[in-house]
């Protein structure tokens, strides 16, 4: 559930749908992106292996398979039901750190031309790596960050255009 109380809706594997997806589990976290989830009295063990916040998806792995997983929120529901999903897209012209954490690597360079999902860098936070890509077609104007940093939440990492 998100801050509204709406249920999320979450695509796993691109085929299988479900359209109300809670946060409201018993989660535990074990260490490095791993948690023991218990819903509906079925335990579960959850590994986190990529995430995107950007995109809302995430690669997880649940009682050793495999899954990707796409989040929708009610207004990414709410677009994709108004037909608007390809309006709503605007250009970022900057990123952001999601949340505090360590620079790991740095994969662009100031001037260079990047596309929609190429790596720009790795943020390490909670001991998990999250690999930051490119929100959209553009060229790298600056970063503002260099590899070892550490950075605070919405600390601005790289400069678009």
Not at 57 to 83: C, H, M, P, W
Not at 143 to 157: C, H, R, S, T
């Amino acid at each position: 559930m998100n801050n509204t109380g709406e249920p999320f809706k979450a695509t796993v594997n691109g085929q299988f749908i479900f359209d109300e997806v809670y946060s409201g589990l018993d989660i535990v976290p074990m260490s490095d992106g791993r948690y023991h989830v218990l819903r509906d009295n079925v335990s579960y063990h959850v590994e986190i292996l990529r995430t995107d916040y950007h995109t809302k998806t995430f690669s997880i792995k649940v009682n050793g398979s495999s899954y990707e997983v796409q989040l929708a929120d009610q207004y990414d529901q709410l677009v994709n039901r108004l037909g608007l999903a390809v309006v709503s897209e605007h250009k970022v012209r900057e990123i952001r750190a999601p949340m505090p954490g360590l620079v790991l690597d740095i994969s662009v360079e100031a001037g260079q031309q990047v596309e929609k999902g190429e790596p720009l860098l790795i943020l390490e936070a909670m001991k998990m790596e999250n690999l930051l890509k490119s929100p959209g077609d553009g060229v790298v104007k600056a970063i503002l960050v260099k590899k070892g940093e550490a950075v605070e939440k919405n600390f601005l990492l790289i400069e678009l255009e």
